[in-house]
């Protein structure tokens, strides 16, 4: 019997799980990992694979069935983190930006950050004014298709390409005149290092938006840069913190907070709610990474932190990295023959191409013209879910996320041990889970006709196993018999952008 038994765990401990790494230029490298690989083993056969030295600022990033995202953590088993079934699929990306990308060692480290920013235009994480955007594009255009040839681009080129999420006629040709103009005679490298140059100016470099809510409702996106904590609303950054102003983070439930000391003394308290729990678990362990990075002298000083107050149980967590100042000081002393970059030039894919192909706007009616030029100012409202670091309509929770408030009917009370309801305000319904929030009618019919159909288990009182049906694949079947029950249909993960 115990033969057996250890026979088959050791069978188990040799499986081989299959791993899918999307890389920044959107190719593939495909491997297998045994059960119990730590996150380090697999970040160390990729960075081989790129002959990446200056490894310290990428991470792999996954995302799980409720599409949020997460970064791998080193130090744990690989399949233990992943919540997907087999085979596995993450994307490699820049996890820490630089201080300076210009100011990194190697030229293929400098690429690899050069197709993040990209990518950070294409999806809208970058915004600026139309002139940046109009040069960093004619960059992008001269690294990536070389000098201006009246052969081989016809009037109207740059139109073929899309930089942005949305750009009109005029900043097209204004790109193409900036790329005949001033850029001819200047290497992809070259480019790429005005380029980033370029974009370390902007004030959302480095951003990865996680969408919160203030205090007051306000919908408000959180990010953590090489310089510090940045609150952005709409296309404007309405706080910024430096690291050193920085003294705590800590998060209960879906309520995060950190803590400010400023000059004079002066200490402030920000309060900001994530859509749901695990996002805010996820906002508050880039907080603390980032914080570790950009701030500390040397990695001896990470101590682990935890997330609540002493006598409330809580998360614990600790970085387990190296620091900027090590990682430059290492970078030094690098001394090899430089290696050579495979460029990836105009190949289309699934997220975001080299140089994606995109329609011209000649079809969107002149009065909206207005609109679709401003679009890369618009701030990261404008951004669809797989763009940010957490979906704003949440999987696990269904509809938009809302602080609490006054408005809101109170949460059903305990009374001897088992869940009383209250009466509910006018034309408001509220779920039948426990601890579930109050939505308008309304709002609670179209999302879940938005959803389609789920199973789930039901909460106390209503009947255990039940099933909500909306438009679309479940048209026909019965409705759920919860009034705003939000439950998430499961499916296989993914990787997001």
């Known amino acids: ?8 765990s050791s069978r188990n401990l040799d499986r081989e799980y299959n791993c899918t790494v999307r890389l920044l230029d959107d190719s593939e490298y ?13 970040f160390d056969l990729l960075c081989h694979h790129l002959n990446l030295l200056e490894k310290d600022y ?19 088993s690989v399949v233990k983190q992943m919540r997907a079934q087999p085979p596995f699929t993450m994307c490699f990306r820049v996890k820490f930006y630089p201080t300076d990308p210009a100011a990194l060692k190697e030229e293929i480290t400098r690429y690899l950050v050069f197709l993040q920013i990209k990518r950070d235009l294409y999806h809208g994480r970058l915004l600026c004014k139309t002139s940046d955007a109009a040069l960093l594009a004619a960059y992008i255009l001269q690294a990536e298709i070389g000098d201006y040839d009246p052969g081989k681009h016809p009037e109207g080129y740059s139109s073929k390409f899309q930089f942005f999420p949305k750009h009109s006629e005029k900043l097209e040709r ?4 900036i790329h005949k103009s001033e850029l001819s005679g200047q290497t992809p490298a070259t480019s790429e290092l005005n380029f980033l140059r370029k974009a370390q100016t902007l004030e959302t470099y480095g951003v990865d ?49 950190l803590y400010v000391s400023q000059k004079e003394e002066k200490k402030i308290v920000l309060t900001y709610f994530a859509p749901t729990p ?28 935890s997330s609540s107050n002493l006598f409330f149980k809580g998360s614990r967590f600790r970085y387990s990295g190296r620091v900027a100042k090590e990682v430059m000081e290492s970078s030094a002393k690098i001394k090899r023959e430089p290696p050579e970059i495979h460029r990836a030039g105009l190949v289309p894919s699934r997220s975001c191409p080299s140089i994606t192909h995109g329609p011209r706007l000649s079809s969107v009616p002149r009065t909206r013209r207005r609109a679709v030029h401003i679009s890369i100012m618009e701030g990261l409202e404008s951004l669809r879910d797989s763009a940010h670091s957490t979906p704003v309509r949440s ?34 319904q509220r779920a039948a889970h426990a601890g579930g929030r109050a ?22 009182g209503v009947g255990g196993r039940h099933a909500q049906r909306g438009r679309g694949r479940g048209a026909g079947r019965a409705p759920c018999p919860v009034p705003g029950c939000r439950r998430p249909r499961r499916d296989t993960g993914g990787t997001g952008e």
Not at 1 to 8: A, E, F, I, N, Y
Not at 30 to 42: E, H, N, P, V, W
Not at 234 to 245: A, L, P, Q, S
Not at 280 to 302: D, M, P, R, T
Request: aromatic share 12%; charged share 25%; proline share 6%.
């Open 209 to 257: 938006p996680h969408p919160c809510k203030d205090v007051s409702g306000n919908a408000a996106f959180l990010a953590f840069t090489p310089f510090g904590f940045v609150v952005l609303q709409g296309n404007k950054r309405v706080h910024f913190i430096k690291w050193n102003e920085v003294t705590k983070m800590k998060f209960e439930g879906k309520t995060f907070y």
């Open 395 to 428: 999987a696990s929770h269904g509809d938009a996320f809302v602080p609490p408030g006054r408005g809101w009917p109170r949460r059903e009370q305990r009374a001897g041990g088992r869940h009383r309801r209250r009466e509910l305000q006018p034309g408001r």
């Open 58 to 76: 990428f991470g792999i990033r996954f995302v799980d069935p409720d599409k949020q995202r997460h970064w791998l953590e080193f130090t744990k």
């Open 30 to 42: 495909t491997c297998t990992i045994q059960r119990d690989a730590k996150g380090q083993y697999l």
């Open 439 to 460: 939505q308008p009618g309304a709002d609670a019919a179209v999302a879940a006709a938005e959803r389609g159909p789920v199973q789930h288990r039901g909460g106390e």
């Open 278 to 305: 695990e996002a805010c678990k996820h906002l508050w362990k880039c907080g603390i990474e980032n914080q570790a990075f950009y701030k500390l002298e040397k990695s001896s000083q990470v101590r682990t932190v």
């Open 174 to 177: 204004k790109i193409a005149e």
């Open 1 to 8: 019997m115990l033969s057996r038994w250890m026979s088959g």
